[in-house]
């Protein structure tokens, strides 16, 4: 299995030199046409790998796309990064940023809390996405027919008595959540754990990345956590202009005469 693998990953950057047949990829590859054969029908399969009206194979825009998200996500963590910590360093509590990625919402970053009261959630981890409030701004950033969509195939596990029942009441969250530009979860995934979270978005306006803050009843009430929202906005709105390379209104302001 590892070298069949391997075999197929070594087709990549040979087509990356170019466009290339079966048989100089088999030749490259030191097997037979056949073997070459099944290696390049499983990448076009899965959009690594494309084959032209010559007969000819070259890379396919699926890879590309790969790339590009993969790019996105990275510099997105980058530069938010030091604007979590200084968040962090503010408020004491837990901080994550979180991507929609292959119809799950995932972790990218975290900045652990000051407190002895520690979060589980992990970097790589998916999260609860009918009830984190990064989720929430994630999805409801999608267009309306490919959120339907979502909502649709969603489970709505019963976390606590908080927790979103079906795809009717996640819609309507997530049309809240569109239009007020930020989101919460307040007890939804664990009773005990409150959060608050604002959008990070790109140069287009979309919603690229999702950051929040979230922390224990028995540091903060809700309440006491919703007042720290104005200073989530502020940080993702500052790492959203850094990202897209948008001067901020902070930074248009000093420029004026």
């Known amino acids: 299995m590892s070298q069949t693998v391997d075999r197929a990953l070594s087709i990549l950057p040979l087509l990356a030199e170019g466009p290339a047949d079966l048989g100089q990829v088999a030749d490259r590859l030191g097997v037979h046409k056949s073997t070459a054969l099944r290696l390049l ?5 899965h ?9 000819r194979y070259r890379l396919g825009a699926r890879l590309f796309a790969l790339a590009q998200e993969a790019v996105e996500n990275l510099d997105v963590r980058e ?10 360093e503010s408020c004491g509590h837990t901080v994550h940023l979180a991507v929609y990625e292959e119809n799950e919402v995932l972790y990218i970053d975290k900045v652990e809390s000051r407190y002895p009261v520690r979060m589980y959630s992990r970097i790589g981890k998916p999260v609860a996405i009918t009830v984190a409030a990064v989720a929430k701004l994630l999805l409801a950033d999608l267009p309306d027919p490919e959120r339907r969509a979502v909502a649709d195939k969603l489970d709505y596990p019963m976390y606590t008595a908080r927790s979103t029942p079906g795809a009717a009441a996640f ?12 989101a919460t979860d307040l007890g939804g995934h664990e009773e005990s754990i409150n959060c608050v979270a604002a959008p990070i978005r790109g140069a287009d306006g979309r919603v690229v990345a999702a950051m929040s803050v979230s922390a224990p009843n028995v540091v903060v009430t809700a309440d006491e956590l919703l007042t720290l929202l104005p200073l989530v906005r502020r940080t993702a709105d500052a790492i959203s202009h850094e990202y897209s390379g948008k001067p901020s209104a902070k930074e248009e302001s000093s420029r004026r005469p």
Do not use: C, F, M
């Open 41 to 45: 029908r499983t990448l076009h399969e």
């Open 47 to 55: 959009g690594l790998v494309y084959r032209q009206s010559d007969q």
């Open 79 to 88: 530069i938010a990064h030091p604007h979590l910590v200084r968040l962090n």
């Open 171 to 182: 819609l309507k969250e997530l049309a809240t959540v569109r239009e007020q530009g930020w």
